[in-house]
C-alpha cells in the first residue's frame, strides 16, 4: 500500500468523521481536540490511521480508499479449501497445459476445462 500524501479536502473530511464521532459520545471534547490537532498536521494517509484505528465507521474517506478489501472465500472451508478457492483458475490452467503436453495435443477438449471452472465460479458468486 503506497502511503500518499493528504490533500486538504481529505484532512478536512477526517475532521467532519471525527466531529461526527463527538456528535455520537464516542469522543470527548478533550480527545477531539487532541486527534484534529494530529489531523491537521498530518501530512500522509499513515498519520491517520492510529487516529481511527479505534472508531468505527464512519471512516475518513482517506482511510477508505487505501484499504484493500480481503478475498471472497466460502466460510468452512479450511487452509486447503481457501487456497484451493483462490487458485482454482490458474492451477486448471496448468493442468489443462501439462495435460495437452502429455497426449500430445490429442485432448484440445482440455482447455475446456478452464472455460468451464470459470463459468461455473460465476454462476456459484450470484
Known amino acids: 500500500m503506497a502511503d500518499l500524501r493528504l490533500s ?19 469522543l470527548d471534547i478533550d480527545e477531539y481536540g487532541s486527534r484534529s490537532a494530529k489531523v491537521t498536521s498530518a501530512k500522509l494517509v499513515s498519520e ?3 487516529l481511527f ?37 490458474p492451477l486448471s490452467i496448468a493442468l489443462a497445459v501439462v495435460v495437452l503436453i502429455v497426449t500430445r495435443g490429442r485432448l484440445l477438449i482440455v482447455f475446456a476445462l478452464p472455460l468451464l471452472l470459470i463459468l461455473f465460479s460465476g454462476w456459484r458468486r450470484r
Open 8 to 26: 486538504d479536502a481529505e484532512r478536512q473530511d477526517a475532521l467532519d468523521v471525527l466531529s461526527e464521532h463527538v456528535r455520537t459520545g464516542r
Open 48 to 50: 491517520l490511521v492510529p
Open 53 to 89: 484505528d479505534d472508531l468505527p465507521s464512519p471512516r475518513p474517506s482517506a482511510l477508505l480508499a487505501t484499504a484493500r478489501p480481503e478475498p471472497v472465500v466460502p466460510a468452512g472451508t479450511g487452509k486447503l479449501g481457501a487456497f484451493v478457492w483462490r487458485y482454482s483458475v
